[in-house]
């Protein structure tokens, strides 16, 4: 019956339950906030009592002052960020042609670049997986081991076709 059912996913049913949890942790924070901004505005009229004598008089202490409305924004310097964009795809990468130059070492890198594939956006995530602390999964260096053993039982079976051929060429001749 369960034949064709897709196992769930025991991470992604973790981040759920964690986005919900913090959406309500939000909404908490929230309601809170509006209660002490009420309970602020209530209670901050301008006027406080004096601690000292209990029936004293009340003493009034000015407000503090609103703070601006606009946010004041540096001046940036743009000119030395625009010019190394320049310099870098300068005439230097390019012929008289203006086509580009054949540059070994960037050749070199996009190769490496293309065997290395993209690096993980959760680096925490890949230190679970290798230790195998997420109940569920296998651990990654698990994974690596199998993968490795596959290698090397190919890596043996290749060996063995083309020493094979090798001697079925040497009796030929």
Do not use: C
């Not at 490795?148 to 043996?156: D, G, K, N, P, S």
Request: hydrophobic share 35%.
């Amino acid at each position: 019956m369960g034949l064709f059912k897709k196992k769930p996913d025991p991470i992604s049913d973790r981040g759920r339950a964690l986005n919900a949890r913090i959406a309500e942790l939000e909404s908490k924070i929230k309601q809170l906030n509006a209660q002490a901004q009420r309970a602020e505005n209530q209670n901050h009229d301008g006027r406080y009592r004096s601690t000292a004598y209990p029936h004293g008089p009340t003493v009034t202490t000015p407000r503090p002052p609103e703070p601006p409305p606009d946010p004041v924004f540096e001046k940036v310097d743009q000119h030395p960020l625009k010019a190394g964009a320049v310099e870098k795809d300068g005439p230097r990468r390019y012929n008289e042609l203006g086509l580009r130059k054949y540059d070994l070492f960037s050749m070199w890198e996009r190769l490496r670049q293309q065997f290395r594939g993209p690096t993980a956006p959760n680096p925490k995530l890949v230190n679970y997986l290798a230790a195998g602390s997420i109940q569920g999964l296998r651990p990654l260096r698990y994974e690596k081991r199998v993968a490795r053993r596959r290698f090397i039982a190919l890596a043996i079976v290749l060996g063995a076709a083309l020493l094979g051929i090798f001697l079925s060429l040497a009796k030929r001749h």
